[in-house]
């Protein structure tokens, strides 16, 4: 029995004043049972979106993080500094790929050292359009996933999130199908790199332009837990919406 997890990435959108109004509609908003839900604001907002959301049940995410534990990497953030205010990292974020060069090595070490550092990792993956459209999805997913956690101790419960690129802020979201395809390799892939008690608990997430009006075709699908939301998660009601169609669905 697999946690269904909605995670809503709030990116670089929202200053303290609306941040904090963004919580405070969240926090008013009855809890979904069942269902683990985190938000990641900007990292000056972290704190105090922790503090509104404290009797939330809702959980706190950092975007990104550097993999180091301290020292001198000016404008970084450490898992040492993010697990003060936050239990989960999103890590390999395609924006991240793209504007900063994240690379599968990086990645790794960033997998690890939440790991030493009690974060839970949100490792998210998927191909460009043009990769898609010359049929090399199911290559690229696998070296996206050979090169983050090849050799790593992963935990039960691991969490990756499917993003296809083009789908990601574009209003043209995968279909079902497409997610359930991309989820079902990445757990066989899970399982011959870390075991089958890994792969078959792993949380699978969907994430490209899911709103409250498509959750429902992602959410019945078998190998997927959840979604990771962008835009969506920005509006407290589409967000809280699509968190209780990913309870709900899971729970029938
Ligand atoms: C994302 O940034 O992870 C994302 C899925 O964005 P959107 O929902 O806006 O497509």
């Not at 049972?33 to 950092?62: C, K």
């Amino acid at each position: 029995m697999r946690t269904p997890i909605s995670v809503g990435n709030w990116k670089m959108h929202a200053t303290n004043a609306e941040a904090e109004q963004l919580a405070e509609s969240l926090a008013g908003l009855s809890e979904v049972d069942g269902v683990t839900t985190v938000v990641a604001p900007g990292f000056l907002q972290l704190a105090r979106v922790a503090e509104r959301l404290r009797s939330s049940g809702i959980e706190m995410a950092g975007q990104n993080m550097h993999f180091a534990a301290t020292g001198a990497f000016t404008g970084e953030v450490s898992p040492r500094q993010l697990a003060e205010v936050a239990s989960w990292v999103i890590l390999g974020h395609s924006e991240r790929r793209r504007y900063f060069c994240e690379n599968d090595a990086a990645l790794k070490s960033k997998i690890e050292a939440a790991r030493v550092h009690g974060l839970h990792s949100i490792l998210a993956i998927g191909e460009r359009a043009e990769e898609r459209q010359a049929g090399h999805t199911q290559v690229v997913l696998q070296r996206q996933l050979w090169g983050a956690l090849e050799g790593l101790d992963i935990p039960e419960g691991f969490v990756v999130a499917y993003e296809p690129v083009w789908a990601i802020g574009s209003g043209m979201p995968a279909t079902g199908e497409q997610a359930q395809d991309a989820a079902a390799l990445i757990r066989a892939v899970l399982a011959e790199l870390q075991g089958d008690a890994v792969a078959t608990s792993a949380r699978i997430l969907y994430g490209g332009s899911v709103k409250a009006e498509n959750i429902a075709e992602f959410a019945a699908q078998p190998d997927l837990d959840g979604a990771l939301v962008g835009g969506a998660s920005l509006d407290a009601e589409q967000f809280l919406a699509i968190t209780r169609a990913i309870a709900g669905a899971k729970r029938a």
